[in-house]
């Protein structure tokens, strides 16, 4: 008997409706096996129809994977062989421009940006070299003494270098973090270091600012340490930086006032529920304009953020600002004031590149009345009589 009931067990859910029933029960009737048959077979079929669904989505995912890396693949061929050779005449024809919004590929990421941001401070890798030296120098100053007596550089106090050396300590450890690749230990922690040291003695009327570390470690993944530097002084001295990094309140007002207009006229219905909290864009636009998007979005998407930053300038910071208030308008009018900060300040992370970049498609930047710049001009008149 033993033996008999183990030949009937049933090997799963499915099996307890085809199996025929152990001798000691009553048989199944007619009715009920074609029942049971039929319940299988439906089974089977679904099963069958997940599995092809499943192996759909899954070929759907590659196809779309390998369309993006032979687009990336085909763009790089033209970027390399027809673009940067001819650059200064080719950046601005539609084709280069339309290329661009596509994203850079990787490999000539790099070199774009230094083209497009330039270099109208003229520095060479050998002036980086002399910064660095004299950084160098002062963190061992530092390090052996903690004087006063120290030679002082344009009215700045050794405390304030001081607070600013150890900020850049600190700040390091917390770039990307996820990546482990800028912390004590890290391939980047030294570049980044000697990036930021050097840009304190180069600037120290600006010094070290929390935030310019993110700027610095996205232009050392794509760049060599000097043109990283070029780079980097390059575009921190750019008026809309240069304005947030040196806290200069009426700049950043005048940026706030102008991205509150584009922000009215093409998102009214979120413009006036922010409004009827007073949540006004330094709350959120701050964070975002100081790191260049590179701390709030993942780095793929702020990467592809800076390339066509550096296509269209300051601009395109605020347009992006108002792509990620259209991406989530829906949610954030559910809001309260709370939540609307905390959301804007943790954005989510799954945000898609693709997702985003069409809501940033569809902020109009300019009417027949009004561009951005026509924006901020006006502002800087109206301040100017008010004064």
């Not at 780079?231 to 007002?253: E, G, I, T, W, Y």
């Not at 864009?281 to 709030?296: A, G, M």
Request: charged share 25%; proline share 4%; with cysteine.
């Amino acid at each position: 008997t033993r033996r008999k009931n183990f030949e009937f067990e049933p090997l799963s859910t499915t099996a307890l409706i085809l199996e025929d029933r152990p001798s000691n029960l009553p048989a199944k009737s007619v009715e009920e096996a074609l029942r049971h048959r039929q319940e299988y077979d439906e089974m089977v079929a679904e099963a069958k129809k997940r599995e092809i669904k499943e192996a759909h989505k899954r070929k759907q995912i590659m196809k779309e994977r390998f369309k993006q890396e032979e687009n990336i693949a085909s763009a790089m061929v033209i970027w390399v062989n027809e673009i940067l050779p001819n650059w200064e005449g080719m950046r601005g024809t539609r084709r280069v421009r339309e290329l661009w919004w596509q994203g850079l590929p990787p490999s000539v990421r790099g070199k774009v940006w230094s083209l497009a941001v330039g270099n109208e401070l003229n520095i060479t890798p050998e002036l980086y070299e002399i910064f660095l030296s004299r950084a160098k120098e002062r963190w061992k100053s530092f390090s052996e003494t903690s004087t006063e007596n120290d030679v002082e550089d344009v009215g700045v106090s050794v405390a304030d270098r001081e607070a600013s050396l150890e900020l850049i300590k600190l700040d390091i450890s917390r770039t990307f973090p996820s990546l482990y690749i800028f912390q004590k230990g890290g391939p980047y922690h030294d570049v980044l270091h000697s990036i930021l040291g050097a840009y304190t003695c180069y600037r120290p009327d600006v010094g070290y600012v929390q935030g310019m570390s993110f700027i610095a470690a996205v232009l050392i993944l794509n760049l060599e340490e000097a043109d990283a530097f070029i780079a980097f002084a390059n575009l921190l001295n750019k008026p809309c930086q240069l304005a947030f990094f040196r806290v200069d309140h009426s700049m950043m007002l005048k940026y706030f006032a102008t991205f509150e207009v584009f922000f009215e006229e093409n998102l009214s219905k979120l413009f006036l529920h922010f409004k009827s909290y007073s949540l006004t864009p330094d709350i959120y636009l701050i964070d975002w304009i100081f790191t260049l998007y590179s701390k709030s979005l993942p780095l793929d998407l702020a990467c592809r953020v800076w390339d066509v930053f550096c296509r269209d300038g300051e601009e395109f910071l605020f347009r992006t600002g108002l792509g990620i208030l259209r991406l989530y308008e829906d949610i954030l009018l559910q809001m309260d004031f709370i939540h609307i900060a905390q959301f804007l300040t943790k954005l989510p992370e799954d945000i898609t590149s693709e997702k985003l970049f069409s809501c940033i498609a569809a902020i109009q930047m300019q009417n027949s009345t009004k561009k951005w710049t026509q924006g901020l001009e006006k502002d800087n008149k109206q301040s100017r009589k008010t004064i």
